[in-house]
């Protein structure tokens, strides 16, 4: 399969304790953003890479969390001492940008975060 | 926060009408692009529509754009069973850099 694809799809942890998600975008892309999704809500931008480099945060994403892309290929993302409003899909796309052209992102399924 | 809201919240139909959900924005975009996510599953890129163009088909797909109003429309045809899923508008808006924002979406049940 040569899709995006994130692990772990679940992830159930205790408030105050830190989790990781990784994701795989697609071999040749080089962009790679991370969403986070509540129920009944539309994904809301966090962050995105173009190959290793971080390019933009949003306000959304707290002090607590952190992403990397060491190598330009993978990405992971960190959660610090996790609250309960952190309970949510994680979403990582990727997409290939070339000069000029509309950028679509490909989506993986999602890690599901629940914090007790 | 969300820069597009899909119209209707929940749409229900019988299979082979035809379904029309909207999407309103609120910024000048490069383009508008809309996704299918099915129950707890990633988002499915459908169709993009670049901001100089309003009207693009795909299959049973039509979407039309109308910049002037900020909106956009997703026309699914002959609807089927498999059809049911959220629908989300999703806008990359000018001078954002590369920031996408996604709509609330529109529930769509299509009743076999």
């Known amino acids: 399969d040569t899709g995006v694809s994130q692990d772990p799809r679940h992830k159930i942890t205790k408030r105050g304790q830190n989790v990781t998600f990784r994701c795989d975008p697609i071999?040749?892309?080089?962009?790679l953003y991370w969403y986070r999704q509540t129920l009944g809500q539309g994904p809301e931008f966090l962050t995105y890479?173009?190959?290793?480099?971080?390019?933009?945060k949003s306000r959304l994403l707290s002090d607590r969390f952190s992403a990397e892309r060491p190598k330009g290929s993978f990405s992971t993302l960190e959660i610090q001492r996790t609250e309960q409003g952190d309970s949510a899909m994680y979403l990582c796309?990727?997409?290939?940008?070339?000069?000029?052209?509309?950028?679509?992102?490909?989506f993986g399924p999602g890690t599901r975060l629940t914090v007790l | 926060s969300q820069q597009g809201e899909e119209d209707p919240q929940a749409l229900s139909i019988q299979e082979g009408e035809n379904a029309t959900m909207n999407c309103s924005y609120k910024t000048s975009i490069n383009n508008l692009q809309w996704y299918r996510q099915n129950s707890g599953r990633g988002l499915v890129h459908l169709i993009l529509i670049r901001s100089n163009e309003r009207e693009k088909h795909s299959g049973r797909l039509r979407v039309t754009l109308d910049t002037s109003k900020k909106s956009s429309s997703l026309l699914i045809t002959a609807s089927r069973a498999a059809d049911t899923a959220s629908y989300f508008c999703a806008t990359d808006a000018l001078g954002t850099g590369n920031q996408f924002y996604f709509g609330t979406g529109t529930s769509l049940t299509v009743i076999p």
């Open positions: 796309a990727s997409s290939l940008r070339t000069s000029g052209a509309a950028d679509t992102q490909y």
């Open positions: 071999s040749e892309h080089n962009r």
């Open positions: 890479f173009q190959n290793e480099a971080q390019l933009e």
